[in-house]
């Protein structure tokens, strides 16, 4: 059997922060896992080294089902961001070792592949709606299939999604919490009018999204739903907090809109009422935020009993290791449905040498063995953490709302 011998986290900021869990075996085999939690990466990065860390020396490294079970019910105090990411980079670093010993990518120990590649879509933004526009026609000269769409809204300082570096965006930009303005109304104003001149000016051949990140009432997310119909947009994003599942059953009653939810989602405990009232049409659950591959093949396999769909957030919040876990979950799933994709900078790049592949708007894990993800230790060294948080949002009149 591999035992797994040394296990240490490594925090570097190419640009963000990223925290990475790396397992190594009695044979000299190693494997990395993804543990970045945006804006509280030092208490995942705490958590593994202080308590979870030492519970794994000695193990079997093939024992991945085992490891997952003694981690999650172990502990006793279950679930949670902080845990089940700590549990994640654990699952991934062991999958990683496995497929590195059978001399296999990881999709094939999964049953191998279901699709020739996983459809992704990119993110056009601008201040304006014509500036969005253009950024979406570059995206469709890219090859790009599926393209969100994030605007201004006018009277506004600053809007979710829009950022002033159309390449790599990053809302985590402040060494304490920036806040933001927003308003309901003028914002239900502008979002039918950007899908209106999308369509106009892109076709129907490309599918359209947005995210509406947890910022509606459900009779208001039904209502911007109903407006949009039209314009046959692929999904409507987060379009209100969903810690009350039930919520989604009112915007189901107001517009035939596709639903997508999840990406702060950690356990299938947080989708369960949703898939099995058909409430949503993608869960967005992540690799990272949910408990790895392991975990994240449950909730996908949950969702296929009531035809939904995978969707997983893939922000440059989540590590080229996340990257390729997700594609590698994304090319054995059968109910696979599409992925975010974020495009890393060249410096996050060059710390994360990686095997996947974007082409033709889609993206391949690549054969090598395992995930596929190298990390240059010495060049992540040079890049020192920076302490980053993400936003709040006020409304106008200064009550807070969700980010």
């Not at 208001?220 to 039209?230: Q, T, V, W, Y």
Request: hydrophobic letters at 40%; one cysteine or more.
């Amino acid at each position: 059997m591999p035992k797994i011998v040394a296990a240490r986290v490594i925090v570097t900021c190419p640009g963000r922060n990223f925290v990475t869990l790396k397992i190594e075996c009695d044979d000299g085999t190693t494997g990395l896992g993804d543990a970045t939690l945006n804006g509280r990466e030092l208490a995942v990065a705490a958590y593994l080294t202080e308590h979870v860390v030492p519970c794994l020396i000695g193990r079997d490294a093939h024992r991945i089902e085992d490891i997952w079970q003694y981690l999650y019910k172990g502990a006793y105090w279950r679930r949670g961001p902080v845990t089940m990411t700590a549990i994640a980079a654990v699952d991934m670093a062991l999958w990683d070792i496995k497929g590195k010993l059978a001399g296999l990518a990881v999709y094939q120990l999964l049953g191998g592949a279901c699709r020739e590649g996983a459809i992704v879509y990119g993110h056009a933004n601008g201040t304006t709606i014509e500036e969005t526009i253009e950024a979406a026609r570059e995206y469709q000269r890219q090859g790009y299939r599926a393209i969100r769409l994030q605007c201004g809204v006018p009277g506004m300082a600053s809007t979710y999604g829009v950022s002033k570096d159309k390449d790599f965006y990053e809302p985590a930009d402040s060494d304490l919490p920036t806040e933001n303005v927003w308003s309901t109304a003028k914002y239900l104003r502008v979002v039918p009018e950007l899908f209106a001149a999308a369509r106009e000016a892109l076709g129907w051949d490309v599918h359209l999204l947005h995210d509406i990140h947890h910022r509606l009432t459900p009779i208001e997310a039904g209502r911007l739903g109903k407006d949009l119909e039209p314009y046959r947009p692929f999904w409507l994003e987060d379009a209100t907090p969903a810690e009350n599942q039930a919520a989604f059953r009112l915007i189901r009653q107001h517009t035939t809109a596709p639903l997508a939810v999840g990406e702060v989602f950690n356990s299938i405990w947080d989708a369960k009422t949703l898939i099995e009232e058909q409430l949503i049409d993608y869960i967005r659950a992540t690799v990272v935020h949910a408990g790895g591959i392991t975990h994240l093949r449950r909730i996908a396999a949950l969702a296929d009993l009531y035809q939904v769909r995978t969707g997983c957030h893939g922000a440059t919040d989540l590590s080229p290791v996340s990257m390729a876990a997700a594609l590698h979950f994304d090319l054995s799933v059968p109910n696979f449905g599409i992925q975010e994709y974020m495009r890393h900078t060249p410096e996050t790049d060059a710390v994360f040498p990686h095997a996947y592949t974007f082409a033709d708007g889609m993206m391949h894990p690549g054969d090598a063995p395992g995930l596929g993800v190298d990390i240059d230790e010495a060049l992540a060294a040079g890049y020192e953490y920076k302490r980053a948080f993400l936003p709040v949002n006020r409304l106008e009149d200064g009550t807070l709302w969700s980010w």
